[in-house]
Each structure stands twice: as C-alpha cells, then as structure tokens.
C-alpha cells in the first residue's frame, strides 16, 4: 500500500507568480483534501475533492483552486502569489466509505517561499 | 464555524513523567475527534480518533484520549513518555456531518532523557 506522495519538495517563487502542486492519494482512496500550515500554526483547511468536484472549501480567497484527476490524484494551483502565502501546503487523502471514513492520511507536504 | 484550542504550547517533560496534552473545541453538534502527531522531519500521523462509543479511545504508542462531552475536549494522555515521544502534537475535530477538518495550534512535547 502506497502511501500519500507530493511533489515539489520545496519550491521558490516570487510576488505576482503562480504555482501548481501535486498529489498522489494513497491507494484505494477517493478524496483528497488541501491544507495551509503557517509556521508554528496547525494545518488550514482549504479544500476537499471527491469524485474530481470540489467538495468544501475554508476560509481561502478564489486565487486557491484545485483539480482531482479520475486517479484521484490532486493539484493545488495558487495564482497571483503573496509573501503570507509562504507555508507549507499539504495533502490529505481519505475515503468516503468503510471503516476508515475520514480518517486522514497525510503526505510530506510541498515548503512554498514566496520572496 | 468551529475551532479548536490547545493551550498548552510548549511542553517539557522528563523521561517516564506522566503526559496529560488539553484540547478544547467548539462546535454544538456531534464530531469526529482525531490526535496527530508530528515527529522531527516526519509528516503527520494519526495516533488516535474518537468517533462514536467508549469516549475513552486507546491509540497506538500507549497514547490514550477521552471525550468528554459536557467540556468539550478530548485531552490525550500517557502515563509514562519516552524520548522518542518528542514531537508536535495536533488535536482535530471534524463535524460529523461535514467534511471540513479544525486543527488546533499544535503543542510542542520534548522530552529530557
């Protein structure tokens, strides 16, 4: 069983730009969930995809999108970049059905620096 | 909305001291109730969660956490940390019809051999 991968790492970007991360849900799981640490924050709830629609969103301006693929892999993209949105974003997969309904399993994360 | 609170911060303690981690929450309807852990350089992971029953729910590492509903929290203990138990901790609630995930600040455990 694989578990959650994402990709960038890291990654450096200036004021104005944009950004696209990714996400790979652990296997056998159908909705991918996006969230926002600040440093010394916990994790900020940005959104959830299920079924390649979005499926709740918090607190976070329309500049944050995302897609889900029919794999169920996801794409964070964030545009028009700002230094507060420097964090580290990270991704949640989970399963709508069973035993482990929304039990979250999280990746890595991707450090974002906006300069 | 909802939102969680972990008042103790930083935490230092002495290997085989006893554990006792607060979280308080805010939410009128019923939760689901999750304890993550975050180890130096690791991503997070679950070490327990509450959903519905026992309010006193044993999780892995000897971590245990009990509901209590009348004061809405869902404190994590353990009777006896080990070195190894330093890490950040973070409690979550999820509204039991919802999707959206509370985090609280985290608290930040050390632990002196």
């Known amino acids: 069983e694989t578990g959650v991968t994402q990709s960038p790492t890291h990654l450096i970007k200036t004021r104005g730009q944009q950004v696209t991360l990714r996400c790979s849900s652990q296997?056998?799981?159908?909705?991918v969930s996006w969230y926002q640490q600040a440093l010394g924050q916990g994790p900020q709830f940005i959104f959830q995809?299920?079924?390649?629609?979005?499926?709740g969103r918090g607190n976070f301006p329309p500049r944050f999108s995302g897609l889900q693929f029919p794999n169920y892999s996801s794409e964070l993209n964030v545009n028009a970049l700002e230094l507060d949105d420097s964090a580290l974003y990270l991704c949640?997969?989970?399963?709508?059905?069973?035993?482990?309904?929304?039990?979250?399993?999280f990746g890595p994360g991707t450090r974002l620096t906006v300069l | 909305a909802q939102s969680v609170s972990q008042h103790n911060h930083h935490v230092i303690l002495s290997e085989a001291a006893s554990l006792e981690l607060g979280c308080n929450y805010s939410?009128?309807?019923?939760?689901?109730l999750f304890w993550y852990v975050q180890y130096p350089g690791q991503h997070l992971q679950l070490l327990l969660k509450y959903f519905s029953g026992d309010p006193l729910v044993k999780g892995i590492k000897g971590f245990e956490a009990e509901f209590i509903k009348s004061k809405f929290s869902f404190n994590l203990r353990k009777p006896s940390v080990q070195w190894s138990d330093t890490a950040e901790y973070f409690c979550?609630?999820?509204?039991?019809?919802?999707?959206?995930?509370?985090f609280g600040t985290g608290t930040s455990l050390t632990v002196i051999p």
């Open positions: 995809y299920y079924r390649e629609e979005e499926n």
């Open positions: 296997s056998g799981h159908n909705t």
């Open positions: 939410y009128g309807g019923t939760v689901n």
């Open positions: 979550a609630v999820n509204a039991n019809t919802g999707n959206q995930f509370y």
């Open positions: 949640a997969s989970s399963s709508m059905y069973g035993s482990s309904y929304n039990e979250q399993f």
